[in-house]
């Protein structure tokens, strides 16, 4: 059975950082791209960012380029969002994504097949 376990989040003020983790078991990590998404109050569950299996190729959303930079160790079956200058509107449930298939790091959420219970990140102005 897949878990991912999702940690580092916390109340911050505008500006301050945060690095979350996502801890996978389960799952040949190393073999499926994995993604962080988030969900603000009373919206929907937006792309964040995504990382290919080896850690070469990475995707954001415009929102959060140049920011959030993904990572991940597979040796530890770990994949990290560090998040700088953090924005009030960057406040929301951050979930991280393994993908079900070995296809590309994207915003593709219909194709990440488990997820974790979600961390809250809540940014103070």
């Known amino acids: 059975q897949v878990q991912l376990v999702e940690s580092g989040g916390g109340l911050v003020q505008a500006g301050d950082s945060l690095r979350l983790s996502c801890a996978v078991s389960?799952?040949?990590?190393?073999?499926?791209?994995m993604g962080w998404f988030r969900q603000p109050p009373g919206k929907e569950r937006d792309f964040v960012a995504a990382?290919?299996?080896?850690?070469?190729?990475?995707t954001y959303a415009d929102s959060v380029k140049g920011r959030f930079p993904i990572s991940r160790d597979n040796a530890k079956t770990t994949v990290y969002l560090q998040m700088n200058s953090l924005k009030p509107e960057d406040t929301a449930v951050y979930y991280c994504?393994?993908?079900?298939?070995?296809?590309?790091?994207?915003?593709?959420?219909?194709?990440?097949?488990?997820w974790g219970q979600g961390t809250q990140v809540t940014v103070s102005s």
């Open positions: 990382i290919s299996p080896s850690g070469g190729r990475t």
């Open positions: 994504a393994i993908k079900a298939w070995a296809t590309s790091p994207d915003a593709k959420l219909d194709e990440y097949g488990d």
């Open positions: 389960g799952r040949t990590v190393s073999r499926y791209p």
